[in-house]
């Protein structure tokens, strides 16, 4: 039979010395510097597919649009239904529950903004990307007193040149699609192209992801906001950060880390969604490689291009 040891032979720790906690303590730090920036990234890379996934469903909705209405896809600005202003492509996908908002859900506008349903009373998560984190401006004294608010629109449509039959304003009866050769994409003022003009669907743009920050105010403030017409189109010289415009591109990508002002546009590469429904992520710069003069802003040839 075995007995225990005497009491006076028995090592007992009952803590930690100082200089072994401070040991443990920078091994759980040093754990942590190696843990966070992973979670960050994969963070980062989560929001990222949700916001290509939006765009797929955003590529679904239009697509059904386009079932009712003879192939077209959205044209940027309309006056269907409106009996005052006019109402954006993202209205269009909206107020027949093709996105899936409940139409109830618009109010009609009589006088805060020149857009139809601007004053819209629910959230519409499917357009904006969980990178989005820009402050909206806010509507005015009378659209906030109906309840109206601006939901975040980070997708921006690719636009195509509209010109008026008779040389006066532009209207539904008179649009009339003039691609130049720096805008050549699916979507104009009252006309847009039907799904069978565009000659390389998967490789045409028809969405992308931008964030659009109004600069010239002082203050940076987006102002793609669903149901609204400001900066809803976006032009191909915006994604390539090697145009003039490029203190303007730098703003208009969320690159990581950096609330978008990154030094280098590329540093994030965006979603885009393709005229037959796929999405990528791209850096802007591969958007455009393909176009024929970039300096000059002749985009022919490049995604942004539907006549390739």
Not at 67 to 80: A, E, G, H, K
Not at 107 to 132: I, K, M, S
Not at 169 to 194: C, H, K, M
Not at 243 to 258: L, M, Q
Request: glycine content about 8%; overall charge negative.
């Amino acid at each position: 039979m075995k007995h225990a040891p005497p009491t006076s032979q028995i090592n007992i720790r009952k803590g930690f010395t100082l200089i072994e906690l401070l040991v443990v303590i920078s091994i759980i730090a040093l754990l942590i510097s190696i843990l966070l920036p992973a979670l960050s990234g994969a963070r980062f890379a989560a929001q990222s597919l949700a916001c290509g996934t939006q765009l797929q469903q955003i590529g679904r909705a239009q697509a059904a649009y386009s079932v009712d209405y003879d192939d077209y896809i959205t044209p940027l600005v309309s006056n269907r239904n409106a009996t005052s202003g006019q109402l954006s492509y993202d209205d269009l996908l909206g107020i027949d529950g093709y996105d899936g908002r409940n139409p109830a859900s618009f109010v009609r506008n009589t006088g805060f903004q020149a857009v139809g349903f601007d004053g819209v009373t629910a959230e519409a998560p499917l357009w904006a990307c969980p990178l989005d984190n820009a402050e909206r401006r806010q509507p005015s004294a009378a659209a906030i007193a109906q309840g109206a608010f601006y939901p975040a629109r980070t997708y921006s449509i690719n636009r195509i040149n509209v010109v008026s039959s008779g040389g006066g304003a532009i209207t539904e009866d008179n649009a009339q699609v003039s691609p130049t050769n720096s805008v050549r994409g699916v979507s104009g003022n009252f006309r847009s192209l039907r799904y069978s003009d565009v000659t390389q669907g998967s490789k045409t743009i028809m969405l992308a992801e931008a964030v659009t920050l109004d600069i010239g105010s002082g203050g940076a403030f987006a102002r793609n906001v669903v149901g609204a017409l400001a900066d809803s189109p976006i032009a191909p010289s915006f994604h390539d950060p090697l145009t003039s415009s490029f203190v303007r591109v730098r703003i208009y990508h969320h690159a990581k880390g950096s609330d978008g002002f990154a030094d280098n546009a590329t540093e994030y590469s965006p979603n885009y969604l393709f005229t037959d429904g796929h999405v990528e992520s791209l850096s802007n710069i591969a958007t455009v490689e393909d176009a024929n003069n970039r300096s000059g802003f002749d985009f022919r040839g490049s995604m942004w291009d539907a006549f390739q």
